[in-house]
Nanobody, 124 residues
Framework: QVQLVESGGGSVQAGGSLRLSCVSS????????MGWFRQAPGSGREFVAA????????EYGDSVKGRFTISRDNAKNTVYLQMTSLKAEDTAVYFC?????????????????WGQGTQVTVSS
């Protein structure tokens, strides 16, 4: 069974940086498309970033373009989200997700497996 475990969340001041990690186990990570989503209190789930199985197709949500970078290391079964120039509105629980089909996308229904999430809090 595929398991995804996020780490790297925490509290940071506005303008700071964090790097989130998501380690996958129990499945062929190299074939999964991977995505990051976030959910703030009282809000729906928001698309952040996604990468295809080999990393040649990458997309970002409009609110994070130019500030966040998604990457993956298939040898380590890990996908990363480097977040810079953080803003208070980036405060949310961040989830990683895996798409067995390898294509990913910006819709949560396109993903088959989800992690438990990691909290990111940005203070202004």
């Amino acid at each position: 069974q595929v398991q995804l475990v996020e780490s790297g969340g925490g509290s940071v001041q506005a303008g700071g940086s964090l790097r989130l990690s998501c380690v996958s186990s129990g499945g062929p990570f190299y074939s999964f498309a991977m995505g990051w989503f976030r959910q703030a209190p009282g809000s729906g789930r928001e698309f952040v970033a996604a990468t295809s199985w080999c990393g040649d197709l990458i997309e970002y949500g409009d609110s994070v373009k130019g500030r966040f970078t998604i990457s993956r290391d298939n040898a380590k079964n890990t996908v990363y989200l480097q977040m810079t120039s953080l803003k208070a509105e980036d405060t949310a629980v961040y989830f990683c997700a895996a798409d067995r089909g390898g294509h990913g996308g910006s819709k949560d229904f396109q993903y088959d497996h989800w992690g438990q999430g990691t909290q990111v809090t940005v203070s202004s």
